[in-house]
């Protein structure tokens, strides 16, 4: 595996797994989760740029950084260069090391508004995207797709734009728009991009295993890999590519994951905050089918742990 620690604009990881953003689970408490099993870099999910400028109160929970995340990196999404530079400057991204620009969003919501991965196809917008909010003074990074269709792919035009408006890492979704996230990613175009560009870039899509972090690594000479479901799933995951000892045992992860929830929410908002993430812990677990079922109607974490302990 080629483990290395990895320079983002500066700033020294101490190795080069990534976790990534994910709407509606890469919060606080599931970031923290991560960088306990080895993750080097978290991100919080994608914010809109529009939001934090108009003061959608909603956005300030998904900043939520407690001190010992001691790199902080957040993502926003957007198309107006201005609108985004704007927001990254706001006191509440003051905190932020690292700013990660959204290019590959597929929901209709965000790709018909021509956020996120319909910026694809406009690479001219998208190097403006960066090299404007890199005005911010922040480590702009950039997350993209390969393209909106198979055999349309833009990989080495737009990563060579996001290099030009100034990205210090690029990660590539090996998927296309309309795989959303389904299939294997595309390790060739990864490939391309790494050799289009000299930042760093990294790969994503697919690594659910230790195998498939070998195969992301060997096939696409990516300088780093990022996790999404697969860390979502088991977190420790991290570890196991790091070939560092771990605690694996699913109950007692549960467990931390509600006491670190509960150091900032009340025990209803854990219960509902945690359900869809508890769900994702317990695939492939025996039983786990049925207690999914259960969990998504508990409303205190006390109901969720009898649920858990019962085998
Ligand atoms: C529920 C969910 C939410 C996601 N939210 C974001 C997001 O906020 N920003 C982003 O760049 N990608 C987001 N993604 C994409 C992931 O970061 C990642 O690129 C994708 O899941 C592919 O990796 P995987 O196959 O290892 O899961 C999301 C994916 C899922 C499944």
Redo the contacts with the bound molecule.
């Keep these: 595996m080629r483990l290395k620690s990895l320079d983002i604009g500066g700033i020294t990881l101490k190795n080069n797994l990534l976790f990534?953003?994910?709407?509606?689970?890469?919060d606080f408490a599931m970031r923290a989760i991560c960088r306990s099993y080895g993750a080097a870099l978290c991100?919080t999910?994608?914010v809109s740029a529009k939001g934090l400028i108009y003061g959608s109160n909603a956005t300030e929970d998904l900043l939520y950084s407690p001190e010992e995340e001691t790199v902080k990196a957040a993502?926003i999404?957007g198309n107006d260069p201005e609108i985004m530079r704007r927001a990254i400057e706001l006191p509440a991204m003051a905190k932020f090391d690292i700013i990660?620009i959204?290019f590959?969003?597929p929901m209709p919501k965000i790709y018909n508004n021509g956020e996120?991965s319909a910026l694809l196809e406009n690479p001219a917008l998208a190097e403006k995207i960066v090299s404007e909010c890199k005005k911010s003074g922040k480590i702009i990074t950039a997350?993209m797709r390969i393209g909106i269709t198979d055999g349309k792919f833009v990989t080495e035009d737009f990563a060579k734009a996001l290099e030009q408006g100034g990205a210090a890492m690029i990660?590539v979704?090996g998927?296309t728009r309309d795989k959303i996230?389904a299939g294997e990613?595309n390790y060739i175009e990864i490939a391309k991009a790494k050799r289009a560009v000299s930042v760093p870039v990294i790969a994503?899509?697919?690594?659910?295993e230790i195998s498939d972090a070998e195969k992301t690594f060997g096939e696409t000479g990516a300088d780093g890999i990022?996790?999404?479901?697969?860390?979502?799933e088991k977190p420790y995951l991290f570890s196991e590519i790091l070939g560092l000892p771990f605690d694996g045992d699913k109950k007692n992860l549960i467990k931390r994951h509600i006491a670190l929830l509960k150091t900032k929410y009340d025990d209803k908002t854990v219960a509902i905050t945690f359900r869809k993430q508890l769900c994702y812990y317990l695939k492939g677990e025996r039983g786990g089918a049925k207690k999914r079922e259960r969990i998504l109607r508990c409303t205190s974490t006390s109901e969720m742990l009898s649920i858990i302990d019962q085998d």
């Design positions: 990534a953003p994910l709407a509606g689970f890469s991100f999910e994608m993502q999404f990660d959204n590959g969003c996120g997350k990660t979704h998927r996230y990613p994503n899509g697919g690594i659910f990022m996790l999404a479901r697969g860390a979502l």
